[in-house]
């Protein structure tokens, strides 16, 4: 308890911003997360799976190739330093927001897939019965599936979180190590290391550890609950 309490602003301005980044992209990857997999679970569409191989890309795919693609979009020359310009910024590139983009972008599979999967094993049944009792398309939506998915969308926002704290090669790409700005967690840790500061890396990555045993075993407590309440 000494250790953690004697630890530097700069390390305390880490796991804030960490955490402010987790929940920022947590909040927006549900909000983009939830059409994208009702599309992918409902549509009929011959390239349906095409979509769905997309989204799952960040599975795959090395977070440099990843990183590097998200640095060169975000950049002056890229989408993103068109959009940054009406701020009147340069790029999008080792700012926060482009930390937040570059995390929706390689957390999204970790939250479209639970969810899809909970659409999925509602059936048609439910959403024919709404329908059968006048529920337009949207009110069944809001009142039959999202309430039947909530499983899906309670182990999306627990995976989506946790990928986010534990993100290094994407966001070391196209964040860098700014303090304050884009020096989350992870980048910490690795700046601790090559600088020989063994007993923060040390603190940090215990800290990790067990974050990383908190959320799984909290994903194994919340789905043996859901099991038991049932849809």
Not at 145 to 170: C, K, S, Y
């Amino acid at each position: 308890m000494a250790d953690v309490a004697a630890l530097s602003p700069e390390i305390w301005t880490s796991v804030r911003l960490t955490i402010e980044l987790a929940a920022v992209t947590t909040a927006i990857l549900l909000v983009i997360g939830t059409p994208i997999a009702w599309w992918l679970a409902r549509s009929k569409a011959w390239w349906r799976e095409a979509v769905a191989a997309i989204v799952a890309l960040p599975l795959v795919l090395p977070p440099t190739v990843l990183g590097f693609y998200l640095l060169v979009a975000l950049g002056p020359n890229g989408l993103g330093g068109v959009l940054s310009s009406f701020g009147g910024l340069r790029t999008l590139a080792f700012t926060f927001e482009g930390l937040v983009i570059g995390s929706v972008v390689y957390s999204l599979p970790f939250v479209v897939q639970p969810i899809r999967n909970a659409f999925e094993a509602m059936g048609e049944r439910p959403m024919e019965v709404a329908a059968t009792l006048r529920a337009s398309p949207l009110r069944s939506f809001w009142t039959v599936a999202l309430p039947m998915a909530r499983p899906g969308f309670l182990t999306g926002a627990v995976l989506g979180f946790a990928h986010t704290v534990g993100e290094f090669g994407v966001v070391l790409m196209i964040g860098g190590n700014i303090p304050g700005e884009t020096k989350v967690l992870s980048v910490a840790i690795y700046d601790f290391v090559e600088t020989l500061r063994w007993r923060e890396a040390n603190i940090l990555a215990g800290g990790m550890v067990v974050f990383a045993f908190v959320v799984i075993l909290s994903m194994i407590a919340l789905e043996k609950r859901m099991r038991r309440l049932g849809p």
